[in-house]
């Protein structure tokens, strides 16, 4: 009943950039909090940055100065803004959202597919 669709990865050169975006539909009361996770190979998944319907923002260290995420509430939309790409930033990217729905007062934890971002010369 809830979807999460990514776009925007791809492939681009070190010190490149790359804007994700996320967008959730079905049946939505509300959107507690959107975020950006990402795994590499042989890695475990891990946060990339986490933003709340208030607009408090959490990064991983390693992407704190490079990355920005921003939110669209309106649209239900979440977006990451990568600039000054490096090597190891190559992964999948996941979109994750805390939603609750229109028929349920329980809030759930929903991904996206994954979206591919290869950083490389």
């Known amino acids: 009943q809830v979807q999460l669709v990514e776009s925007g990865g791809g492939l681009v050169q070190p010190g490149g950039s790359l804007r994700l975006s996320c967008a959730a539909s079905?049946?939505?009361?509300?959107?507690?909090?959107m975020g950006w996770y990402r795994q590499a190979p042989g890695k475990q998944r891990e946060l990339v940055a986490v933003?709340?319907?208030?607009?408090?923002?959490n990064y991983a260290d390693s992407v704190k100065g490079r990355f920005t995420i921003s939110r669209d509430n309106a649209k239900n939309t979440v977006y990451l803004q990568m600039n000054s790409l490096k090597p190891e930033d190559t992964a999948v990217y996941y979109c994750n959202a805390r939603i609750v729905g229109v028929t349920s007062p329980i809030e759930y934890v929903y991904w996206g597919q994954g979206t591919q971002v290869t950083v490389s010369s």
């Open positions: 079905g049946s939505i009361f509300r959107i507690t909090a």
């Open positions: 933003i709340t319907s208030g607009g408090s923002t």
